[in-house]
């Protein structure tokens, strides 16, 4: 995602898969954004998206996404009603440009 | 009894027809199931909002319609007054299946009433990349470019 890149922003792909599964995920999808694991479900719990229960009576995180500022700030919010309904690169392009972000 | 036989001497005497909607109605029901998971799932387009499948359910659910009607308007010419209906309940029970898949679990989603907004700092992080390696929220945010980052939660289980 160049356009990310290009504002200074990192994209942070989080799961609640192992690390080895993320890997290969990783691998197959081509994603060449940075991908973390968070098997314990630690993080997602932390930021109240734990859908307990909901993958074959697992714990996983709904869809939501945060951009964080330098000073980790959570800058805008994304949390979807429906997780079908996935957020658009363009439309958190468009938020973040909405920001003003001052390059540094 | 001899009377009705009477009356439907001229259903025992002709072979009625297969009644082609009902078991092609059938079937399509499970296609229009199974097609959505194993192919139109994969795409935005068709998964978000599943059009393609629900025109399929359509078109099945009047072949059903249309074969229980003849069934039952023209006994001596179709078949299917006692297939039919054991064939039509399960095709909208898995409509009525797919309906709540999509429509009902899809939005059944916990409140996140304590998710951090914005203007809040926030929460660490507590994860591991691909080889394993912590990762906490100060290794991908400031720095000397005072880089941002954007959190992409998933569902995982790929």
Same mark, same amino acid.
């Given at each position: 995602?160049?356009?990310?890149? $290009? ?19 990783? =691998?197959?999808? #081509? ?12 993080? +997602? ?6 859908? %307990? ?6 714990? *996983? &995180? ?8 330098? !000073?980790?700030?959570?800058?805008? +919010? ?19 440009? %909405? ?6 | ?18 009644? *082609? ?8 029901? *499970? ?9 139109? &799932? ?17 078109? %099945? ?31 909208? $029970? *898995? ?8 429509? #009902? ?16 700092? %926030? ?10 390696? !912590?990762?906490?929220? #100060? ?5 000397? =470019? ?13």
């Amino acid at each position: 995602m160049p356009e990310f890149e $290009a504002r200074g922003v990192g994209l942070i792909g989080i799961s609640v898969d192992a690390p080895e599964l993320t890997r290969e995920h990783v =691998k197959k999808m #081509g994603f060449t954004f940075t991908f973390l694991s968070d098997p314990n479900t630690e993080t +997602t719990r932390r930021y109240d998206l734990v859908h %307990a229960g909901a993958y074959e009576g697992k714990d *996983i &995180a709904r869809p939501a996404e945060f951009l964080v500022d330098e !000073a980790g700030v959570i800058r805008w +919010t994304n949390i979807t009603p429906d997780y079908r309904v996935r957020l658009s690169p363009d439309e958190a392009l468009a938020a973040l440009d %909405a920001l003003d972000r001052q390059p540094s | 009894m001899t009377g009705m036989m009477t009356d439907r001497a001229p259903a025992s005497t002709v072979k009625r027809r297969w009644n *082609i909607f009902l078991p092609a109605g059938f079937f399509l029901s *499970i296609v229009s199931f199974l097609s959505y998971y194993s192919f139109f &799932a994969a795409f935005p387009l068709t998964r978000d909002i599943p059009w393609v499948n629900l025109l399929l359910f359509g078109v %099945a659910l009047s072949l059903l319609a249309a074969g229980l009607f003849r069934a039952y308007r023209s006994p001596e010419l179709y078949r299917g007054r006692i297939f039919g209906p054991i064939l039509a309940a399960p095709a909208l $029970a *898995i409509f009525g299946f797919f309906i709540y898949l999509n429509f #009902g679990a899809a939005n059944d989603l916990p409140p996140s009433s304590m998710a951090p907004r914005p203007g809040q700092q %926030a929460p660490d992080l507590a994860l591991v990349d691909m080889t394993g390696a !912590a990762v906490k929220l #100060g290794d991908l945010v400031g720095g000397e =470019k005072g880089r941002w980052a954007l959190l992409v939660f998933y569902r995982g289980y790929w």
